[in-house]
């Protein structure tokens, strides 16, 4: 009997030692599962706060060229304003002078055509503006960019938001500035 109650406690510790290690192996293959869950958990959480952040970046730097944009754009209407003016004087003082030289000499419509030959072949900004001109009865004159419209009533001329462009011509000429 000794042999066998030898044996009996061999077989019991033999049991719970294994039983020992099983539940170790378990409580480790959990606890491990739990960690690997938060990191992925983690993981997700610091993508999605990364992928917020850089949004946030992306829309701050897209309105900031936005701004920029817009300011630019402004710029540029200014400055094509100001040429647009200072063209506009100076077709007017070529127009006058070309009048008062020549009012006294030759007949109204030899005038007018030399105005036109002066102003039609004038440019500027590398042949992107040019000189157009109508009368009050809304005639075109002068225009380099389109010559078949001179000769041509330009009064029901309608832009692509259906504005009339001779009316607001003649609007701005009404204008306390007249400009």
Known sequence: MPDSSRRLTNILWMTMILLCIIIVCLMVYLWTEKEIQNTRSQIQNMRASYLSSQKQIIKTQVKQVIDYIRHERSL????????????????????????????????????????????????????????????????????????????????????????????????????????
């Open 76 to 179: 540029a209407e200014k400055r094509v304003r100001q040429t647009v003016k200072s063209r506009t004087y100076e077709a007017y003082e070529t127009a006058l002078h070309i009048y008062k030289q020549n009012k006294d000499d030759k007949p109204l419509i030899e005038i007018k055509k030399m105005v036109h030959d002066a102003l039609y072949s004038c440019s500027w900004d590398d042949g992107i503006g040019y000189y157009f001109a109508e009368d009050m009865q809304g005639t075109e004159l002068i225009n380099r960019n389109n010559p078949e419209l001179e000769g041509t009533n330009l009064t029901s001329l309608q832009d692509s938001k259906g504005t009339y462009i001779m009316k607001e011509i003649y609007g701005a000429l009404k204008s306390p500035d007249k400009e």
